[in-house]
Each structure stands twice: as C-alpha cells, then as structure tokens.
C-alpha cells in the first residue's frame, strides 16, 4: 500500500515563506504524478500545483503563480512545494496526492486515489 506523508507547514507572516515536503513510499515516484492541494476552514478542497512523470507538464493555481513552485527528487522519493510571498488567503491545511488512473498524467479536479494526511500553514502576523 502506498502512503504520503506531508511536513514543513507551520506559522509564518505575510510575505515569508515556506517548503512543504511530501515523502512518497510504496509507489515509484517517476512514474507518477504527484498534486499538491489545500482546504481552509469551510472551502472545498481546491488544486495548487501538479507536476506529471518525468515532469513532462507542471501547473499552477491562478493564485499561486509565480510565487509557489513545485518540484520533485526522485531519488528521495519526495515531493516539494516552496511557497514564497505568502498571503493570509494562502492560509489553509495542505495536502499531496497521486493519482493512478491517468497513465502519469496529471488529473482533473480531485481526482486523485492516494492522499496524506496534510500540513497547516498558517499565514498572519
């Protein structure tokens, strides 16, 4: 059985920055692609960022290009999202997934089969 596991989240102001981390195990990293998402209190869960297999295609939310990146080490068979610039609306539990049914590729919305647990990040002064 595959598991995620997110860390680095925690409290820092406006316009700090942080690196969230999502250590993969059971799955071969490179060959999956790999999401990064978040839910703050009372909103759906919405898309932040993907990177597909063999990084062939990365996206990005509206609301964090430009200032987040997501980036992958194989051979750690883990997961990054730096974030940088933060906002108080970035404010909200972060989450990584894989998804199995879409040949490597990136899925649509949530569609995703393996998630973690998730990180807090909390922006504010």
């Not at 209190?41 to 996206?59: L, Y």
């Amino acid at each position: 059985q595959g598991q995620l596991v997110e860390s680095g989240g925690g409290l820092v102001q406006p316009g700090g920055s942080l690196r969230l981390s999502c250590v993969v195990s059971g799955f071969t990293l490179d060959r999956h692609a790999v999401g990064w998402f978040r839910q703050a209190p009372g909103r759906e869960r919405e898309a932040v960022s993907c990177r597909s297999e063999r990084n062939i295609e990365t996206v990005y939310a509206d609301s964090v290009e430009g200032r987040f990146t997501i980036s992958r080490d194989n051979a750690k068979n883990t997961v990054y999202l730096q974030m940088n610039s933060l906002k108080p609306e970035d404010t909200a539990v972060y989450y990584c997934g894989i998804p199995l049914r879409y040949g490597g590729n990136c899925a649509p919305g949530g569609d995703y089969d393996y998630w973690g647990q998730g990180t807090q990040v909390t922006v504010s002064s």
